[in-house]
């Protein structure tokens, strides 16, 4: 008689007698690996009282009827314990602690628990890096931001820049291989300017709007 390769499940040989007996111990083994729960791990003396169903990964100082078992999975039916020999990316429940456990080739180990996705990124980069100085950061050919429908409850859009205080800045800037040229905002003041540079490191205010009369001014004059 052969097993298969990776459950080692009995396999039927031709013109084999009581087929059944092979094919039944076949499903009671996949009965005992498929959707793997476990009753605990590490478990050195087996239970006084098992119950039909248990199972538990045996411990490095196994007694009793664990002994000649250390690491394997020992789960209980009718017809006793039966040993299970884990291989690497087996994954199981633990029935105690509701956590998820996986095999990595030698031990079990606890997966870190998932609480679903987190509501505040450090940075995030779509495309290209995020960091420190950028945290969030795009590289694409087009972005667009849509209002919901008035169907939903929405129907405007506003994107909002906010500065702490008047001396700090909110604003767009508009670069050139990297060198700024343009920058349209409230730049170290609430008045809205509108500035342009040719080498990124000298700028003009080419417009600036008074906040509080809403009056327009050109500091470099007209063309």
Same mark, same amino acid.
């Given at each position: 008689?052969?097993?298969?390769?990776?459950?080692?499940?009995?396999?039927?040989?031709?013109?084999?007698?009581?087929?059944?007996?092979?094919?039944?111990?076949?499903?009671?083994?996949?009965?005992?690996?498929?959707h793997l729960a476990l009753?605990?791990?590490?478990?050195?003396?087996?239970?006084?009282?098992?119950?039909?169903?248990?199972?538990?990964?045996?411990?490095?100082?196994?007694?009793?009827?664990? @002994?000649?078992?250390? +690491?394997?999975? #020992?789960?209980? !039916?009718? =017809?006793? *314990?039966?040993?299970?020999? $884990?291989?690497? %990316?087996?994954?199981?429940? @633990?029935?105690?602690? +509701?956590?998820? #456990?996986?095999? !990595?080739? =030698?031990? *079990?180990?606890?997966?870190? $628990?998932?609480? %679903?996705?987190?509501?505040?990124?450090?940075?995030? +980069?779509?495309?290209?890096?995020? !960091?420190?100085?950028?945290?969030?950061?795009?590289?694409?050919?087009?972005?667009?931001?849509?209002?919901?429908?008035?169907?939903?409850?929405?129907?405007?859009?506003?994107?909002?820049?906010?500065?702490?205080?008047?001396?700090?800045?909110?604003?767009?800037?508009?670069?050139?291989?990297?060198?700024?040229?343009?920058?349209?905002?409230?730049?170290?003041?609430?008045?809205?300017?509108?500035?342009?540079?040719?080498?990124?490191?000298?700028?003009?205010?080419?417009?600036?709007?008074?906040?509080?009369?809403?009056?327009?001014?050109?500091?470099?004059?007209?063309?």
């Amino acid at each position: 008689m052969t097993d298969t390769f990776r459950l080692a499940l009995p396999l039927i040989d031709a013109a084999q007698a009581q087929k059944h007996v092979t094919h039944n111990e076949a499903l009671a083994l996949l009965d005992a690996m498929i959707h793997l729960a476990l009753d605990g791990l590490d478990v050195n003396d087996p239970p006084a009282a098992p119950t039909i169903g248990l199972r538990v990964t045996v411990g490095a100082s196994p007694t009793g009827l664990f @002994v000649g078992h250390a +690491g394997a999975i #020992a789960a209980y !039916d009718d =017809a006793g *314990w039966r040993f299970l020999t $884990p291989r690497a %990316g087996w994954r199981a429940q @633990v029935l105690a602690d +509701g956590r998820s #456990a996986v095999f !990595d080739g =030698a031990k *079990w180990v606890y997966a870190p $628990p998932y609480n %679903g996705p987190p509501e505040v990124l450090p940075h995030l +980069g779509i495309g290209t890096s995020a !960091d420190a100085s950028n945290a969030f950061a795009l590289r694409a050919d087009n972005a667009l931001f849509t209002a919901r429908d008035v169907s939903e409850g929405g129907g405007d859009m506003r994107v909002k820049l906010n500065k702490p205080a008047p001396e700090r800045t909110a604003s767009v800037m508009l670069q050139s291989n990297w060198s700024g040229r343009a920058e349209i905002g409230l730049c170290g003041d609430d008045r809205l300017r509108i500035k342009v540079s040719a080498d990124g490191g000298t700028w003009h205010d080419a417009i600036v709007i008074d906040a509080a009369s809403g009056k327009v001014s050109f500091p470099n004059g007209t063309a």
